[in-house]
């Protein structure tokens, strides 16, 4: 049940030296990958770390922290906004397909026309970024057709930014779940040196590392203590 798996989950500061398997952790991605991202662009890429040495260096990239040094496999989960053109194409492609197989002939054109205005304009639009400048043309072509609708006003390159992180951090999370599923540990490190990670990894200009989850099974001390949350009625607004 889903309440046993979140109640399993805790942040596992410290692994016992049993091995975990790469193929168990490598379908856990799998199942990450139906978490929903902002209009299914699914900008981001997984970096599953298991060569001893490479271990070692994403370790001391991440502050040397007891989560990582004593991590069995690391998985880095990794934004590639740079992906918008193509990724965007490639969107419009399966949709243009999965309208004439799903929908009546006769809604084709219009459905299709959509597609394309969304995934061939506004897309390529609303992730553009040259130095700050698009975004705040975006923002300001927003602030004024607000005056007289609704309309989504997180359109800053700095905005756009935020929501790739968001949708790559919640594939995270994903990954986190399907992980207690079969019994393993994990542990969010949000204490790493972007720099040193993206030059061991290889990683282009475009792309930022969203997130680092250590993987393993758990040592008694690598749970500090109970479990903290805040009541719920500090965070449970009803209206």
Known sequence: MLKDILEFRRATRNYSDRSIDPDSVAECIRLAQLTPTSSNMQMYEVYHIVD????????NACLGQGAATTAQQIVVFVTRQDYYRQNAQT?????????MRNSPQDRWAHRIKR????????????????GGLLGMVRKVLAQTVGLFRP???????????????????MVAQTFMLAMAEKGYDTCPLGGFDSWRLKKILHLPHGSEIGL?????IRNKSGIW?????????KIYKRV
Do not use: T
């Open 225 to 233: 203590g109970d479990r903290f949350r805040f009541p719920f009625d």
């Open 212 to 216: 680092v989850v250590s993987c393993g």
């Open 115 to 130: 597609w394309e205005m969304y995934y061939g304009k506004y897309i390529p639009f609303i992730y553009a970024r040259f």
């Open 151 to 169: 309309i989504v006003r997180q359109v800053s390159e700095s905005d756009r930014r935020v929501s790739v992180h968001q949708s790559c951090g």
């Open 91 to 99: 969107l419009l492609n399966f949709e243009k397909e999965n309208v």
């Open 52 to 59: 001893k040495k490479l271990l070692n260096k994403v370790a």
